[in-house]
T-cell receptor
Framework: DQQVKQNSPSLSVQEGRISILNCDYT??????FLWYKKYPAEGPTFLIS?????DKNEDGRFTVFLNKSAKHLSLHIVPSQPGDSAVYFC???????????????FGTGTRLKVLA | EPEVTQTPSHQVTQMGQEVILRCVPI?????FYWYRQILGQKVEFLVS????????KSEIFDDQFSVERPDGSNFTLKIRSTKLEDSAMYFC?????????????FGAGTRLSVL
């Protein structure tokens, strides 16, 4: 069973500090991991991704770390800003054995609140 | 910036009624998806669509559901006889490619309320 889990439903962080959002997975066959951000009344938007063969990817204030042995990835936001307040979804992609196309599995999301 | 648009934003229907949720994917995208998110739960895959046919569907996507790309721009999800448990947020997504690093672009969603 391919599972992606975000065990923290919510997180509050002071502006300027680091936000760390965590995600665990069970399937070693995932090819890529992606983070999406969702504001209220909007659809999820892509934020950053990492290949399963990498252990770190950085884009500005956002860094994703992948620990394959622990089947764990994390998103770091430094420094956190009030505009980062949103729901963050972790997603993993794999090639379906049924269709041969790539599929997404999403986590349940973590609501981040950055306090001014 | 191109975006995926979904209409309506909120649909209220009576149990047993048919609903059609509409989506306009990004114009040069070839792969289309529907997802749903029941309140408080994770975003779940329903169906993927490519080259005018379903590529894959989940267990949720039973005979009550169908998808169509009627005119080359719209991508619709039909639920023939809605049930209370169909109440959820439905997201449409599209992507240009089918690769491992597959960025999908999502619409804002349609909230379906079945009474």
């Amino acid at each position: 069973d391919q599972q992606v889990k975000q065990n923290s439903p919510s997180l509050s962080v002071q502006e300027g500090r680091i936000s760390i959002l965590n995600c665990d997975y069970t399937n070693s066959m995932f090819d890529y991991f992606l983070w999406y951000k969702k504001y209220p009344a909007e659809g999820p938007t892509f934020l950053i991704s990492i290949s399963s063969i990498k252990d770190k990817n950085e884009d500005g204030r956002f860094t994703v770390f992948l620990n394959k042995s622990a089947k764990h990835l994390s998103l770091h936001i430094v420094p956190s800003q009030p505009g980062d307040s949103a729901v963050y979804f972790c997603a993993a992609t794999f090639r379906s054995s049924t269709s041969g196309t790539y599929k997404y599995i999403f986590g349940t999301g973590t609501r981040l609140k950055v306090l001014a | 910036e191109p975006e995926v648009t979904q209409t309506p934003s909120h649909q209220v229907t009576q149990m047993g009624q048919e609903v059609i949720l509409r989506c306009v994917p990004i114009s040069n995208h070839l792969y289309f998806y529907w997802y749903r998110q029941i309140l408080g739960q994770k975003v779940e895959f329903l169906v993927s669509f490519y080259n005018n046919e379903i590529s894959e569907k989940s267990e949720i996507f039973d005979d009550q559901f169908s998808v169509e790309r009627p005119d080359g721009s719209n991508f619709t999800l039909k639920i023939r006889s809605t049930k209370l448990e169909d109440s959820a947020m439905y997201f449409c997504a599209s992507s240009e490619l089918d690769i491992a690093k597959n960025i999908q672009y999502f619409g804002a969603g349609t909230r379906l309320s079945v009474l």
